[in-house]
């Protein structure tokens, strides 16, 4: 009997709850670091929006999430992992195009742009815990999908010696789906731990454009936060 109840008493479930910042780009070749805002005055109205929005530069945002671990007899760990992320990347602008319905000016310009992301993820990861003393270090690694609930670009700055700018355009539906590949790492003392993660994705963000080359924006997103263990 004891024989039998022992593997069973070496394995458990864990539940643990996450929070904490992220670091989020695009890379690929539809990508870029610094663009130009375009800009209108029509009937008294002014708006813009970014000429290209897929930034290369990281931008700030944050991430919430649960994670139901199972932890082997041999510290082989099996993890379903739902999450939020509040996203950003982030492009900086040189220059903004103003037209007022007859004539484009080109005027050199000041600012960012951000492209935020609210996506749902789910995480599934394979890996292994490492005992260090007091210390335990859970590593694992496995696919993640990311379902956006919106996206939309936001920026401001100046132009013209001084004049403001400001855009806030709507960008979803371009990609609601990311298949990505997640590498997670926790490092425990007792219930308080402190979380690392990268994710990798697939899907391309400008692959529904019309014209022109193939162009290619995928995200890069780091996180970095703090993990308790409720059991």
Known sequence: MLAIAAPAVAQHIELIGRAGASFSHYRGSGTEATSFVNYSNYAGYERG?????????????FALGGRVQRVGRRQGLLAFDPGYDWARSRTAIAALYYSAGYANTAYAATGSAYLRSQDLTAFFG?????????????????????????????????????????????????????????????????????????????????????????????????????????R
Do not use: I, K
């Open 49 to 61: 929006y970014t000429n290209n929005p897929y930034g290369s530069r990281l931008g700030t945002g």
């Open 126 to 230: 394979l890996g292994h815990r490492c005992r260090m003393g007091p210390l335990a270090l859970d590593v694992l690694v496995g696919p993640e999908l990311a379902g956006q609930l919106r996206a939309r670009e936001t920026g401001h700055g100046t132009y013209n010696n001084g004049a403001a700018w400001a855009t806030d355009t709507d960008r979803s539906g371009r990609f609601p789906l990311d298949g990505r590949l997640r590498a997670d790492a926790t490092v425990w003392r007792g219930r308080v731990g402190v979380n690392a993660s990268y994710s990798y994705g697939f899907a391309n963000a400008q692959a529904g454009l019309v014209g022109g080359p193939v162009r290619e924006a995928y995200t890069r997103t780091l996180r970095w936060g703090f993990a308790y263990r409720l």
